[in-house]
């Protein structure tokens, strides 16, 4: 079959300069909305409804990255992602995937109740709040709702034409606030926060098959293209295994370990941090991989290495500064933005911050991604699971959660021997510019501490 064809600005730097600046206004504006939310929501809701969204929203992503086999990454890095066949293919198996993974998510909840019943989890867990397994249930439906997206936002992401794609995942964004918003005010449930995100999710799938330009997707089932699917997305499996649950291991483990209110403090920390770090990987996934994909299609290794080190600049300028300036502004940051409930989230945040220093690292897996390289980005994951599996129930032996938050800010830092070796081998290492951005850690904590110190002198 034909090609699809999309057209597409002829510069790959002009295409990539105008998708950076799309997902920097998505980011932006998503940012905006969902802390704006979650800042209202913090008012409406108590602190334990948090905290137990936290552990539905944990297992549907686990379940959704426990299964990841790259089918938008592939789409994007294969010859063959332009092919009809090939697309539908992979939205097939999209599909089944996603009615997999909501039957999954059913014996989850239904493990989750009858656990309740026998008594198995501590009385003040998290585990233990009697709306879980429902919440569960009702949440996993989401998983069916993404299995049904439209490859046309894999193309379009592809080419590096991401002006709709911006605009549908900011409708879908909107929907879901406007619903969480509304139903909150009116119930003050936890079932404003499962709603907004079924509705965030429906819309999306609907738009991309409606607003986004290209054939319509329809059931196939080419060996072929199955088989590229099987060998390109083996090692994404196991990288997705293993990156879950080094990911959210925080979390599972401090659910047995914190209340629910405890675990719903933690959770505005994580969700500050998360909205960064959910950016930065969601911009250098939508702009750095298409781009480090076309230079590696063309066989133009010295354009690779130049796109990658012009882009690790700003990231390691962007990450760095904003690593110093959370080290000692964090507290200021969760006094202003919520109430004496969540005061505990200001220590923890600035903890957790160090990890901005391994997550600029981001752009190397991408390379890894384009080069077909995705068995290191498992082994960088694996070392991150180790890390984190083996230091957490030693930290919280020996001092508990005070001490097992600082495990999870600094498990990815054995990650970084990993990189530098794959890097040099692939002569993308400069221990200069390893060096030169540094000094941005400092100057992010001294304006953090000139803010502080402003702001308690008013």
């Known amino acids: ?22 997902n920097a206004l998505s980011l932006l504006a998503s940012q905006v909305l969902r802390l704006g939310g979650n800042l209202i929501m913090a008012r409406l809701l108590l602190p334990e409804m948090f905290g137990v969204m936290v552990i539905a929203t944990t297992v549907s992503v686990l379940l959704h990255l426990l299964s990841d086999v790259g089918l938008r990454q592939n789409i994007i890095q294969s010859p063959r992602g332009d092919d009809p066949d090939f697309l539908n293919t992979a939205w097939t198996v999209q599909i089944l995937r996603g009615f997999t993974l909501f039957a ?8 989750s109740w009858l656990a309740q019943l026998a008594n198995l989890w501590p009385a003040d867990s998290t585990y233990a709040a009697p709306e879980l397994p429902l919440v569960l249930a009702i949440t996993g439906v989401s998983a069916i709702i993404y299995g049904l997206q439209s490859t046309k936002m894999d193309i379009a992401v592809r080419t590096l034409q991401h002006k709709r794609v911006v605009l549908v995942d900011l ?28 509705a965030g999710a429906l819309t999306g799938t609907v738009l991309g098959h409606l607003a986004m330009s290209g054939p319509r997707n329809r059931l196939r089932w080419d060996r072929t293209a199955l088989a590229e699917l099987v060998v390109f997305g083996r090692w994404i499996l196991v990288s997705s295994i293993v990156g879950v649950l080094a990911m959210y291991g925080d979390r599972m483990w401090f659910g047995a370990s914190m209340s629910a209110a405890e675990l719903g403090v933690y959770s505005i920390a994580v969700l500050i941090l998360g909205s960064i770090q959910t950016g930065l990987m969601k911009v ?22 130049a796109l990658y080190h012009r882009a690790r600049l700003l990231v390691d300028l962007l990450m760095l500064f904003a690593m110093g300036g959370f080290l000692t502004a964090s507290p200021l940051l969760i006094d202003w933005m919520y109430d004496e409930r969540y005061a505990g989230a200001g220590t923890m945040l600035a903890i957790l911050s160090l990890s901005f220093f391994t997550l600029r690292y981001t752009l190397a897996h991408q390379v890894w991604i384009a080069l077909g390289l995705t068995k290191y980005q498992a082994m960088d994951n694996i070392i991150r699971l180790v890390a984190l599996w083996g230091g957490l129930p030693l930290l919280l032996a020996i001092g508990g959660v005070k001490y097992a938050i600082w495990g999870v800010a600094l498990h990815s830092f054995p990650t970084l021997v990993l990189i530098v070796y794959v890097n040099c081998k692939l002569d993308m290492f400069n221990l200069k510019r390893e060096l030169v951005v540094l000094p941005m850690i400092a100057l992010g904590a001294l304006c953090g501490v000139l803010l502080t110190d402003f702001f308690n002198w008013l």
């Open 284 to 305: 250098v996934g939508m702009v750095a991989l298409p781009a480090f994909s076309e230079a590696t299609r063309s066989g133009d290794t010295e354009r690779l290495k």
């Open 171 to 198: 409708a879908s964004q909107v929907v879901g606030l406007v619903v969480m918003l509304v139903i909150g005010y009116f119930t003050r449930s936890i079932w404003s926060l499962v709603a907004a995100g079924l």
């Open 104 to 111: 999954m998510t059913l014996l989850l909840a239904l493990a």
């Open 1 to 22: 079959m034909p090609s699809i064809e999309v057209p597409s600005p002829v510069s790959l730097r002009r295409r990539a300069i105008w998708a950076g600046a799309w």
